[in-house]
């Protein structure tokens, strides 16, 4: 089955039907994020729904439960999407790349992992 990738989207050109299916595809030597697109959508109607609480003046503990498992549910995001930078553009960098690529893709790896261990 042909696909055509535009702006973060997978299509079937032999019905022009977006894919329901996660988008794994990597075109054009880009990674898509598509899953995270769906997870961040959860996320976000997950977010309406603390707002509703505290409207409704819930009680504090399940307010914080939900904030919690949003919180969990960011880093999961957050980690999917390190990995695909891993495994897709460093990975290309180190068997593509010059040797001033790969210090570079450490490098940025490195302040990366700094960022993430401050929270």
Known sequence: MPLKYHRGVCYNTNENK???AVCEVIMDNQTT???EI?????IE?????IQRMIQEKRYCI???TQLSSIVGAIKSVEESILERHIKGCVQQSF???????RT????????VLKKFRKY
């Open 18 to 20: 977006i894919l329901l």
């Open 33 to 35: 994020h598509f899953e």
């Open 38 to 42: 769906v997870r961040l959508k959860r």
């Open 45 to 49: 109607g997950q977010m309406r729904g």
């Open 62 to 64: 399940d307010i914080l």
């Open 95 to 101: 068997t593509k790349g010059s040797s001033e690529d």
């Open 104 to 111: 570079k893709k450490i490098d940025e790896i490195i302040e």
